[in-house]
């Protein structure tokens, strides 16, 4: 197999167990919040956004580790790390466990998560890295899609059988472990010596604030749908495979996209999401729902391949590692904060913390977001004219 498509295999495959991230315990949420009620809705909701602060951990140390061990090694521990933490609660039914293994959960992301960009950044120049981001989003919105798909349906066969759906991740060490081309380990520079510039907190910034919003989704589509239209979980599961079908399609046409919008391309993902709030607020029963978790799905599709792609471009081939790794701190700070933040904002102007007035917040949030990164965009178009 030629090096290219090998480092293409390997970046899907890695994608590909990353949407375990996404997909976390959400076909199940519902029955997680009915089952644990004397915790309360929004402790319950933070099973979905706990990985964020063991993520931060990892992405924290991922700069370090590129200068230690090679890329390979570490997205092989990763994906271990994973498939045993998302796996344990199917053995031992207990909140603590599930609380300790959703937040050690986040470890294994945090690692693997910053190394597609710079193992596509070693290998690959700067005018072909596009393509590739978009494959690496195809990769997470195809595992995403099939871990919601077979997770709602073996929620269906007993809520803690969803967790076997885990597997995924000792299944793509294996194809790692095979296709990866091994490399050294950053040995020219310490960790320290990787110079992170302006952009890189401009763009981990901009993830924050989208991730904050994005996560009305994540952590209420599921409870909205057992409170107002079916208590079935693989509605649940159908539904979160829509969002990821279409996170796909942005993936596998970025490169064309991101052609056409070239500066608004930002703007446009963060819109979308904007639009899906709008919809799930103002069309009532199934089509808004299906509708909505299309728009969230492009919006979290187009805006995590442009940021990558950008984060890329911006520093040194060396220091891309440790700045995926940042980009993934800053974000995941706002995914860990977000069921709270939300939530005490729902209650407190809104009246109640339920996911109708999410995402309401959530609307508010991503439209006045778009709005001033469209205007930024337009700025950057005047300046390169």
């Given at each position: 197999?030629?090096?290219k498509?090998?480092?293409?295999?390997?970046?899907?495959?890695?994608?590909?167990?990353?949407?375990?991230?996404?997909?976390?315990?959400?076909?199940?949420?519902?029955?997680l919040?009915?089952?644990?009620?004397?915790?309360?809705?929004?402790?319950?909701?933070?099973?979905?956004?706990?990985?964020?602060?063991?993520?931060?951990?990892g992405?924290?140390?991922?700069?370090?580790?590129?200068?230690?061990i090679s890329?390979?090694?570490i997205?092989?521990?990763?994906?271990i790390?994973i498939?045993?933490?998302?796996?344990?609660?199917?053995f031992?039914?207990n909140?603590?466990?599930l609380?300790?293994?959703?937040l050690?959960?986040?470890?294994?992301?945090?690692?693997?998560?910053?190394?597609?960009?710079?193992?596509?950044t070693?290998?690959?120049?700067?005018?072909?890295?596009?393509?590739?981001?978009?494959?690496?989003?195809?990769?997470?919105?195809?595992g995403?899609?099939?871990?919601?798909?077979?997770?709602g349906?073996?929620?269906?066969?007993?809520?803690?059988?969803?967790?076997?759906?885990?597997?995924?991740?000792?299944?793509a060490?294996?194809?790692?472990?095979?296709?990866?081309i091994?490399t050294?380990?950053?040995?020219?520079?310490?960790?320290?010596?990787?110079?992170?510039?302006?952009?890189?907190?401009?763009?981990?910034?901009?993830?924050?604030?989208?991730?904050?919003f994005?996560?009305?989704?994540n952590?209420?589509?599921?409870?909205?749908?057992?409170?107002?239209?079916?208590?079935n979980?693989?509605?649940?599961?159908?539904?979160t495979?829509?969002?990821?079908?279409?996170?796909?399609?942005?993936?596998?046409?970025?490169?064309?996209?991101?052609?056409?919008?070239?500066?608004y391309?930002?703007?446009?993902?963060?819109?979308?999401?904007?639009?899906?709030?709008g919809?799930?607020?103002?069309?009532?029963?199934?089509?808004?729902?299906?509708?909505?978790s299309?728009?969230?799905?492009?919006?979290?599709?187009c805006?995590?391949?442009?940021?990558?792609?950008?984060?890329?471009?911006?520093?040194?081939?060396e220091?891309?590692?440790?700045?995926?790794?940042?980009f993934?701190?800053?974000?995941?700070?706002?995914?860990l904060?977000?069921?709270?933040?939300?939530?005490?904002?729902?209650?407190?102007v809104?009246?109640?913390?339920?996911?109708?007035?999410?995402?309401?917040i959530?609307?508010?949030?991503?439209?006045?977001?778009g709005?001033?990164?469209?205007?930024?965009?337009?700025?950057?178009?005047?300046?390169?004219?």
């Amino acid at each position: 197999m030629k090096t290219k498509n090998r480092i293409a295999v390997s970046v899907f495959i890695t994608a590909f167990a990353f949407g375990l991230n996404i997909t976390g315990v959400l076909p199940i949420l519902g029955i997680l919040n009915e089952k644990y009620q004397q915790y309360g809705t929004g402790m319950v909701q933070q099973l979905q956004t706990m990985p964020y602060l063991m993520l931060i951990v990892g992405s924290l140390l991922v700069g370090w580790l590129t200068t230690r061990i090679s890329k390979k090694k570490i997205v092989i521990t990763g994906l271990i790390v994973i498939g045993i933490c998302g796996m344990l609660p199917f053995f031992l039914e207990n909140f603590l466990i599930l609380v300790m293994t959703r937040l050690l959960i986040g470890f294994g992301f945090g690692i693997v998560g910053p190394m597609n960009t710079a193992i596509i950044t070693e290998f690959f120049p700067p005018e072909e890295r596009a393509s590739y981001m978009g494959l690496h989003v195809v990769g997470m919105g195809i595992g995403t899609m099939i871990g919601n798909l077979i997770g709602g349906i073996l929620a269906g066969i007993g809520y803690r059988s969803f967790y076997l759906v885990y597997l995924i991740a000792f299944l793509a060490a294996a194809g790692i472990k095979i296709v990866l081309i091994e490399t050294p380990p950053v040995m020219d520079e310490t960790s320290s010596d990787m110079k992170l510039n302006k952009m890189v907190y401009v763009i981990s910034l901009a993830s924050f604030v989208h991730t904050l919003f994005i996560n009305a989704y994540n952590t209420n589509i599921g409870i909205y749908i057992l409170q107002n239209i079916t208590d079935n979980p693989s509605v649940t599961g159908v539904v979160t495979a829509v969002n990821s079908a279409f996170a796909l399609l942005v993936g596998m046409f970025f490169g064309k996209i991101s052609g056409v919008l070239k500066e608004y391309t930002l703007a446009f993902s963060i819109l979308a999401a904007a639009a899906g709030y709008g919809v799930i607020l103002f069309v009532p029963g199934m089509a808004g729902v299906y509708v909505a978790s299309a728009l969230c799905g492009v919006s979290l599709s187009c805006f995590m391949a442009m940021t990558s792609y950008l984060i890329s471009v911006s520093v040194e081939k060396e220091a891309v590692a440790k700045a995926s790794g940042m980009f993934s701190i800053i974000g995941g700070i706002g995914g860990l904060v977000a069921p709270i933040v939300l939530g005490n904002v729902a209650t407190y102007v809104l009246g109640g913390n339920h996911p109708v007035n999410q995402f309401t917040i959530a609307f508010v949030g991503m439209l006045m977001f778009g709005i001033v990164v469209t205007i930024s965009g337009r700025k950057m178009k005047e300046k390169n004219q």
